[in-house]
């Protein structure tokens, strides 16, 4: 496996890092700011699409997107380390129209969109002038196991009707946001994994209404948000059904697997600024007589954290690699164990830093604190870690069973 970065990488990543450095971090400040001062939260501060503009401008855009048609033309290794650089801000997978839901919903339209609904809905999204949502998870069920979905979507001649009640519908509370996808059962009779389907439901359907959106450790995650969503006998065309009836799984598959390492190779960064931090701080600061840094305990956090990062980065790399190579069916181990440990690593070093910041490491002086939340979730997001660790134990045992003793 070779994981050297090509000169293209390499220049589009030296790009990226310079945009960061001279647009986004400064940005960071004055977001937040007209956040708060707007007359509603539930707004988008005007910085954001300047950024936009000027990220879009500098060619940074769309990188996700390995198809050449429609995005960078970037395998998944190639992408690793431009987002581990957009992971290092809150905002900043947004400036680069790279962040979720979005990515995975233009991945499912370019993957089984019909040209119709590339025209109608991907076409905006990938020129960022709106947003998207995925309505999966439901609060009456297990949603882990997404056969518990109960979401019905039963065809009356030309239309759907959907019957559903979601949550945690990311992005639903964006003013921008103008459909969602909605994953829910066309079949209840057929195999298990063959009952549901997904299909587009514009947010200005009659029937659709956002009940609330949902705080994540206190956070509201303004202007983004996460919704509580009820489709009360909602009617949409039949053509903005999916691909087809019993295609839902199959879709989920084709769109979480990028989904989750996009999130692990986030993850990497934003331990990576939270580590830069923590050293910063503990040179900067004076206990008993000597900085923190000379405290033996500190320069124990500092090497476990690197040592951690190095471990987890390339083991997303590696994950990377194999979907590239074999594909994300023969990498679903991979993607899998990534999921687990990014997330982990991530939260076990902001929460170190954290430590040495003391009570400004939970403030909103500093990053770290809505960093740590943003790791913790990650851990029940796009799957829990208890769910992945069962798929790569089912997995480990099955190829056990097929070695020779």
Known sequence: MDFSYSDKVVALKRRLEEFMEEVVYPGERIYYEQLASQPSRWMIPPIMEEMKAKAKAAGLWNLFLPDSEYGAGLTNLEYAPLAEVMGRSPIAPEVFNCNAPDTGNMEVLVRYGTPEQKEKWLKPLLAGEIRSCFSMTEPEVASSDATNISASIVRDGDEYVINAHKWWSSGAGDPRCKFAIVMGKTNPDAPKHEQQSMIIVPLDTP??????????????????????????????PKENLIWGEGKGFAIAQGRLGPGRIHHCMRQIG??????????????????????????????????????????????????????????????????????????????????????????????????????????RVIRIADGPDEVHKRHVARLELAQGAERPN
Do not use: C
């Not at 997330?343 to 070093?349: E, I, L, W």
């Open 270 to 375: 934003m331990a990576e600024r939270a580590l830069e931090l923590m050293v910063q701080r503990v040179k900067e600061r004076v206990a008993f007589g000597r900085p923190l840094a000379e405290q033996g305990v500190i320069r124990e956090w500092i090497a476990e954290s690197r040592i951690e990062i190095e471990q987890a980065r390339l083991l997303v790399l590696k994950a990377a690699y194999m979907m590239d190579t074999v594909g994300n069916k023969a990498a679903q181990k991979e993607i899998a164990m990534i999921k687990v440990v990014a997330p982990n690593v991530a939260q076990r070093v902001i929460d170190r830093a954290i430590q040495a910041f003391g009570a400004a490491g939970v403030s909103q002086d500093t990053p770290l604190a809505y960093m740590w939340t943003q790791a």
């Open 207 to 236: 029937g659709v209404k956002i009940v609330r959106t949902l705080n994540v450790f206190g956070y509201d995650d303004a202007p983004h948000g996460h919704a509580e969503i009820v489709f009360d006998h909602v009617r949409v």
